[in-house]
Every structure is written in structure tokens, then in C-alpha cells.
């Protein structure tokens, strides 16, 4: 593209004559340049622009068959099959860009589940586990495996990394109580239900003793 200067001269038999001059101006399309990601995480949203002539036809191409005539790309919840290959042609009155492509990758996030919320009773201790071999892990207690023990009621956090992207969950344990409490009667006829008479404690109990003063 560009202005040229354009020089007609007609011989006619003449003893003189002047050449006419005329400008002339090639048009054509600038090759454009992609803006945007570059790596995301899954369920994030792709966001590719573009940097044109004013006026431009956009043409966009990517993975799976993706097409697009916008001047730019917003794709929301990605997965990894959106990984690969982004391009744009565009054109300027009928004048075709140069291809500009860029490779996008999406990378799964980390899958982190430390369970439902549940209760702990003294002297249990629980087992918190993150998954996610070889991530990166921080909890809220300052510990950094992928694993911890928990011996106490509260509120705990963990966040798993793989570099790029970053997952958190948390969990709530409750205290059980030391609530204990006898049947005041049982049914021994083998149906599982009832059939034998014992304390029952939200807690642990070691030993106990039962005495039976009376009947009925």
C-alpha cells in the first residue's frame, strides 16, 4: 500500500507536449495484531482482540472449527478443547491482510473437594486431603502438604495451585459435644433394630459400666 505518482504521455506528432500526472493510491489491508490471552484455566473466559485498519472485515478461525466475523473473540466457561490455534485475516476493500495466528492454551484447573461439613469429637482426629499430587498447596493453618491432621473444631481453608491456576475450598468442623444418653428400653428379637441396650455418646467412650437396679 501506498501513493504512487503517476506520469501519461501521449505522442501525437506534436512539437510539444506536456505529460499529465496523476496520484495514485494502493490500498490494502495492514497485517493485524492479536491482543489478549495467551493462558487461561478452565471455566474462565477467552478474550481475544485485534488491532486493525478502521473499516476492517474481521475473519476469525480457531480449534474445532471455530469461525468468527467479530472484531473480537469472547468465549465464556472454556475448556481444554479450546486450546490451539487463533486467526484472523482481515480486508479492506476487497484487499486481504496477511494471516496473524496466535496459540492459546487452557489448562485445567485443579479438582479440590475436601468433603461436607462434619464434627469432630474429642480425641478423633480427622484427615484433610487436598488431592492433587504434586500441586502446590497452602492451608489455612500454614501448612503446605497435600494432607494434615485435625484434632480441633474450626474453619479450615486450603488452596491448590499448578502454577497457573488456582482452586480453594473450604470446610467447616463442628464440635460433636459429650452428650450421653441411655434407652429407657430395647426389643433383643433380632430385627436390627434395638436389639441390644448400651449408652450412646457422640463422643468416644472407653470403658463403661452398667448396673440394673430393678425390673419390671
Given amino acids: 500500500p501506498g501513493t504512487y505518482n503517476v506520469s501519461l504521455v501521449v505522442n501525437e ?9 496523476k496520484d495514485i493510491v ?20 477467552l478474550s481475544l482482540g485485534s488491532i486493525a485498519d478502521s473499516g476492517s472485515v474481521y475473519k476469525w478461525a480457531g480449534p474445532n ?13 472454556v475448556d481444554t478443547g479450546y486450546s490451539g490455534w487463533y486467526t484472523i485475516i482481515t480486508s479492506l476493500f476487497n484487499c ?17 473437594y475436601l468433603g461436607n461439613d462434619t464434627t469432630i469429637c474429642q480425641g478423633q482426629v480427622l484427615l484433610l486431603d487436598a488431592g492433587n499430587t504434586g500441586n502446590i498447596f497452602s492451608w489455612s493453618t500454614g501448612a503446605n502438604t497435600q494432607t494434615i491432621p485435625v484434632n480441633y473444631p474450626g474453619e479450615y481453608i486450603v488452596s491448590v495451585s499448578n502454577g497457573i491456576c488456582t482452586v ?20 433383643p428379637n433380632n430385627d436390627g433394630l434395638n436389639d441390644s441396650f ?8 472407653n470403658s463403661y ?6 425390673r419390671w
Fill in 13 to 21: 506528432g506534436m512539437p510539444s507536449q506536456s505529460p499529465t500526472c
Fill in 26 to 45: 494502493a490500498v490494502g489491508a495492514t497485517k493485524p495484531i492479536i491482543t489478549g490471552d495467551t493462558a487461561l484455566c478452565t471455566g474462565e473466559v
Fill in 65 to 77: 472449527g471455530y469461525s468468527s466475523t467479530n472484531d473480537k473473540i469472547l468465549i465464556p466457561d
Fill in 96 to 112: 486481504e491482510s496477511e494471516v496473524s495466528g496466535k496459540n492459546i492454551i487452557v489448562i485445567q484447573k485443579p479438582l479440590v
Fill in 168 to 187: 480453594t475450598d473450604t470446610i467447616k468442623i463442628n464440635d460433636c459435644g459429650y452428650d450421653l444418653w441411655c434407652p429407657t428400653a430395647f426389643t
Fill in 198 to 205: 448400651h449408652p450412646k455418646c457422640q463422643s468416644f467412650l
Fill in 209 to 214: 459400666q452398667i448396673k440394673i437396679y430393678n
